[in-house]
C-alpha cells in the first residue's frame, strides 16, 4: 500500500526500513497519509482505524511517525481482532 503511493511521487526506489519517517523520510503530507488510511480501511475496515491511531498521539508523534510504528500497530490490530474472533 505504501509503495502505492511513494509511485505517485515517483519514489518507487526509495529505501524504505521500519525506522523510516512519512514525513521527514519519505517528505509525505497529510493527505497523503489521509490516502494510506483510506487503504487500510479498504483492506481491513474497521479493524484497522488509522484516524482513530492518530488521534491519540500528539503532533510532535504523527510528524514523526515511522512505518515501523505503523506496522506495530496493523499487527496489534490484526492480531487482536484474531484473538477476539477465536473466543
Known amino acids: 500500500m505504501l509503495a502505492e503511493v ?3 511521487y515517483g519514489l518507487q526506489d526509495a529505501e524504505v526500513t521500519m525506522a523510516t519517517r512519512f514525513t521527514e523520510d519519505l517528505e509525505l503530507e497529510s ?3 489521509v490516502t494510506l488510511a483510506g487503504q487500510l480501511q479498504e483492506r481491513w475496515g474497521e479493524r484497522v482505524n488509522f484516524a482513530e491511531f492518530l488521534a491519540g498521539m500528539e503532533l ?5 511517525l515511522t512505518v515501523g510504528r505503523l506496522v506495530d500497530y496493523v499487527v496489534a490490530q490484526l492480531t487482536t481482532d484474531d484473538h477476539d474472533e477465536r473466543g
Open 6 to 8: 511513494l509511485d505517485e
Open 31 to 33: 493527505i497523503d497519509l
Open 60 to 64: 510532535d508523534e504523527i510528524i514523526d
